[in-house]
Each structure stands twice: as C-alpha cells, then as structure tokens.
C-alpha cells in the first residue's frame, strides 16, 4: 500500500498563500471592468464595454474560485493534522 506523506502546516501555508492571490485577482477585475476607454464609434465603444463587462464578470470568478481552492486547502492540511493527532497522539 502506498503512503502519503504530509505536512499540514505546509499545505495551511500554501493555502493562505494561494487565497491571497486570489485576492490580488479581485483588483485585477476591477481594472477590467474599467478598461474600455473608446469614445466612438458607438458601436465599438459599446462592444469593447461588453466585453470589458464580461472580462470582469470572469476574472470575478476565477478570484472566487482561487480563493475556494485556497480555504479548501488549509481545511485539508487542518484535516490531515487531526488525523495525524489522532493516530499518534498530541504532536
């Protein structure tokens, strides 16, 4: 049987550290919902804030979702750490 080896307070550590960048993706989104800039004419200046609308939209998500992977990953080092404790007692 193979055996995983872990280091819970890495994987908290590499959890915070990837929420974080996730949080540096949400100012990004605000920078794109920004980025239209085109005066005319109408319908290119329309166009480019749709999708400057819908840049904004994904860039939201992907943030939201890079922040999941990185509360999720300090939950599975917290998890790993119980386990540890339980099996081997106080660490």
Same mark, same amino acid.
């Given at each position: 049987? %193979?055996?995983?080896?872990? &280091? #819970? ?17 949400? %100012? ?12 005319? #004419? ?18 939201? =998500? ?10 999720? &990953? *300090? ?5 790993? *750490? =119980?386990?540890?404790?339980? =099996?081997?007692? #106080? #660490?």
């Amino acid at each position: 049987m %193979s055996r995983v080896v872990v &280091t #819970p307070a890495e994987l908290h550590g590499v959890g915070g550290d990837v929420a974080a960048v996730g949080m540096g993706l949400r %100012s990004t989104e605000g920078e794109l919902a920004d980025a239209n800039g085109v005066a005319g #004419p109408s319908a290119t200046a329309a166009a480019l804030e749709m999708l400057a609308a819908e840049w904004s939209a994904g860039a939201e =998500r992907l943030a939201d979702d890079v922040i999941a992977f990185g509360a999720l &990953t *300090q939950a599975v080092g917290a998890l790993f *750490q =119980r386990v540890d404790h339980g =099996r081997d007692g #106080p #660490p």
